[in-house]
């Protein structure tokens, strides 16, 4: 009786999980890759922005200064006339922002207490850059187009509305700082101060610097640099993608037709194979499939050589039979030669019958979807049959059932009764008479498997054969056993339907002592309560 040593399972570190994109590495790496050209565009629009807002802030602080300062000394020069109840000279405080004020990209102008202007900056200052006039253009230069003097009204009008809306809340008390559209369309810093006597405000001192449009343009030429990395970015990108996934995937490609051509049997691309991430594992899965693809080949190459070789001996039997049958002059001999033509035609029968069911076996195990079964109802219906169809004579099947119920397996029924069927037949033709033969169902040492063991009563298993027996076409019939009956492929099916089912099927002999007492086949099947 077979004996199975119990071994301790090892202790197993659990892998760390890392955070993959949909489960996917690739996919997290071009996630990454995107996110980060977004993320130096979105990162030096947001630093640029701040730097535009300080830019501005800065220079409305600065415009506040001056302002401050000039509307001080306007108040407190004199510059008044009417007392008890002083008013702005218009005529002294214009000249006087004309001897003190002609700053380049700046204009000035101050209203009176009625919000009426007195003084511009841009029209009493007589002072222009001392700049060359542009030649004159030459004769046929196209002209640039007018603008439509009802935009430039349009443009004056909101202009006037913003600035007297600025100077009315000035006039309160109020100071202002704002950015606001100019007559020309442009935007501006403006400030706008009211000019105190005492704490009387005798009117309002405006501010403008024009330079809003050059700080937003260059804020757009410091932007490009940021553009032009997360294009550098994108473009890395992309050819990461082409060199680390287009181009192994084309490989793979190329690879797959060689076998499709029949160029090659299995494919081989070693540096793929050895990558973590999904190209390394579709290379994996595309080079296992094409060994088991190259190894089912040589199978059947092999299968046609064993079953040419086990047909051309009933043939040649036959054939030899067929020529001497014409030959022979007493009615024993024809009949002796008669008999064996039965056997081998018989002998030739089986042989083919086992052989397509064999060749049937893959498809069956590939087409039949795998479902839980309860192995001890299996055994059950298996034994029943045999119980209710034996004849005197008959080796009798009886069935130990020493796991209880529930014993359930994941696998196809059809084929797992085969393998039993043909572990009954194989030794029921091995028992003499009056032996019986033992289908076991018990729990197996490793509480992920149960273990099925078929005895029987008879000569046992030479000890060099106990491997061998599984082979296709191997046998080695007990004396007396009719000719022609077995084809030696039921073990070697046995075998191959139990792998399917991701188990494991061995045979040992039985022994009192020195002396053998019967073979046990042994069939151990994963437990379907212990599977992930």
């Known amino acids: 009786m077979a004996s199975a040593t119990a071994t301790a399972k090892p202790k197993t570190d659990k892998p760390r999980r890392r955070f993959r994109f949909g489960g996917s590495r690739l996919g ?53 006339q009417g007392d008890p109840y002083p008013a702005l000279d218009d005529r002294a405080a214009a000249f006087w922002l004309r001897d003190n004020f002609i700053p380049v990209g700046q204009r000035a102008r101050l209203f009176d207490a009625d919000g009426i202007q007195v003084s511009d900056s841009y029209n009493v200052s007589d002072t222009i850059p001392g700049e060359p006039l542009p030649p004159a253009k030459p004769a046929g230069t196209p002209v640039e187009p007018a603008v439509d003097p009802a935009v430039i009204e349009e443009a004056r009008s909101t202009a006037d509305t913003a ?43 405006t501010l403008e610097a024009g330079d809003v449009n050059a700080t937003l343009a260059a804020q757009r030429r410091a932007l490009m640099p940021f553009a032009f990395v997360a294009l550098a970015v994108n473009l890395f990108a992309s050819l990461v993608l082409h060199l680390f996934v287009a181009r192994p995937v084309l490989r793979l490609s190329a690879a797959a037709d060689q076998v499709r051509l029949q160029r090659a049997r299995a494919i081989s691309l070693p540096d793929l194979t050895a990558r973590k991430d999904e190209v390394g594992g579709l290379a994996r899965a595309l080079e296992s499939m094409t060994d088991t693809m190259s190894m089912r080949m040589d199978a059947i190459e092999r299968f046609a050589a064993d079953v040419s070789h086990e047909i051309k001996n009933p043939l040649t039997s036959i054939r030899s039979a067929l020529e001497t049958l014409p030959l022979v002059k007493t009615e024993e001999q024809r009949q002796r030669l008669t008999n064996l033509l039965q056997n081998d035609v018989r002998r030739l029968d089986r042989l083919i019958t086992d052989i397509s069911n064999a060749s049937r076996l893959d498809a069956e195990l590939s087409r039949d979807r795998p479902r839980q079964i309860d192995l001890g109802d299996l055994l059950s219906d298996i034994v029943s049959v045999y119980e209710n169809s034996m004849r005197e004579g008959d080796i009798p099947v009886r069935l ?22 043909n572990l009954i037949d194989n ?64 073990l070697s099916i046995v075998r191959q339907i139990v792998k399917a089912h991701e188990g494991s099927v061995f045979a040992v002999n039985r022994t009192d002592g020195e002396q053998v007492t019967g073979a046990t086949f042994t069939v151990r099947l994963p437990n379907a309560a212990r599977r992930g």
């Open 163 to 205: 600035l007297a809306a600025e100077v009315e809340r000035a006039l309160q008390g109020e100071s202002q700082a704002t950015i606001r559209r100019n007559e020309e369309g442009e935007n501006v810093v403006s400030v706008s101060l009211p000019v105190r006597h005492v704490q009387q405000v005798l009117g309002v001192l």
């Open 28 to 80: 997290g790496f071009m996630l990454a890759l995107n996110l980060l050209s977004l993320l130096i565009l979105l990162g030096g629009a947001l630093a640029l922005n701040e730097w535009s807002r300080g830019l501005i802030n800065a220079r409305q602080e600065s415009l506040t200064v001056q302002a401050e300062l000039l509307a001080n000394v306007l108040g407190e020069l004199g510059i008044t």
């Open 400 to 421: 130990i059932n020493t796991a209880g119920s529930g014993i359930h397996v994941v696998g196809r029924d059809t084929p797992l009764g085969q393998v039993f069927r």
């Open 427 to 490: 030794a029921r033709s091995f028992s003499p008479a009056g032996g019986e033969v033992r289908v076991i169902l018990e729990k197996d040492d490793n509480a992920d498997f149960w273990r099925v063991r078929v005895e029987d009563d008879g000569p046992g298993i030479p000890p060099d054969n106990l491997e061998t027996v599984f082979e296709r076409f191997y046998t080695s019939r007990p004396k007396g056993t009719a000719f022609g009956t077995n084809s030696g492929l039921g």
